[in-house]
């Protein structure tokens, strides 16, 4: 990475196509916003550690290495807790929420070869296989492997009987709805807390990824002296 501070690499890197965001920096940036002692390079570092840890390259070898070797599970006493947010306190703590756990398992899977997508129910967050394209991961519940209708009992779960499954709720969201979405949970964990430090820095992040997001292309223009 570049000597730049923080929020400005992470402008910077959200800009462009929305594929080539790199998920694993923009998190490791966004604890560091957290916990300024913490060295981003050392977090991407911590991540490919785990995925060489990983004996089997397949999507069900992925889930043993994660939720039963590693033991990476859900926070379900204190789930509003913003550490479960933070890529180096879900490292050293193996604790997370939906979105969290669910960047964990797809930013290792891409180290190893088994690509996940991210899809975003309302209130929870889940994993779809892309090369099985009906089978989903809830890496909340132990990497719990299920399919359309399993999905949908989440969903019920959560919401109601009354609820009904909106196909396109099951589809992969992009690298900078993920992006928003982590900042959004903690935008409000940090009102609730009245965490008004913590709260401005989350606000600027939200700013340069709403920035990106009208105009993906800026920083490409920039560098290449365009207008």
Same mark, same amino acid.
């Given at each position: 990475?570049?000597? /730049?501070?923080?929020? #400005? ?37 911590? &991540? ?5 840890? =990983?004996?089997? $390259?397949? &999507?069900?070898? !992925? ?9 990476? /599970? ?28 669910? !960047? ?23 994993? *779809? ?5 009906? %089978? ?14 399993? =999905? ?12 009904? @499954?909106? $196909?396109?709720?099951?589809? $992969? ?8 979405? @982590? ?5 409000? %964990? ?13 606000? #600027? &992040?939200? %700013? ?7 105009? $993906? ?5 920039? *560098?290449?002296? !365009?207008?």
């Amino acid at each position: 990475m570049t000597a /730049v501070g923080p929020t #400005e690499r992470f402008a910077e890197i959200v800009l462009g196509p929305d594929e080539a965001v790199p998920l694993d920096e923009a998190w490791a940036l966004l604890s560091a916003h957290a916990h300024p002692a913490v060295d981003p390079d050392a977090l991407l570092a911590g &991540l490919d550690d785990l995925a060489a840890g =990983c004996r089997l $390259p397949t &999507l069900d070898g !992925l889930r043993h290495h994660l939720f039963v070797d590693q033991g990476f /599970v859900g926070n379900q006493d204190d789930y509003y807790d913003p550490a479960n947010t933070y890529l180096d306190d879900v490292l050293e703590r193996h604790l997370g929420i939906p979105i969290t756990l669910a !960047l964990l398992t797809m930013e290792v899977g891409r180290r190893i070869g088994v690509p996940v997508d991210g899809v975003g129910l309302p209130g929870h967050f889940l994993l *779809r296989d892309r090369v099985d394209r009906e %089978v989903f991961v809830d890496a909340f519940r132990g990497g719990e492997v299920l399919n359309r209708e399993g =999905c949908g009992q989440v969903l019920r779960r959560l919401h109601g009987p009354e609820i009904q @499954m909106d $196909p396109t709720w099951l589809e $992969p969201v992009g690298h900078r709805a993920i992006l928003e979405r @982590m900042l959004a949970n903690l935008v409000r %964990v940090f009102q609730q807390r009245s965490a008004h430090a913590d709260l401005l820095w989350a606000r #600027e &992040l939200q %700013v340069r990824l709403a920035a990106a997001r009208r105009d $993906p292309r800026a920083g490409l223009r920039l *560098r290449a002296g !365009l207008n």
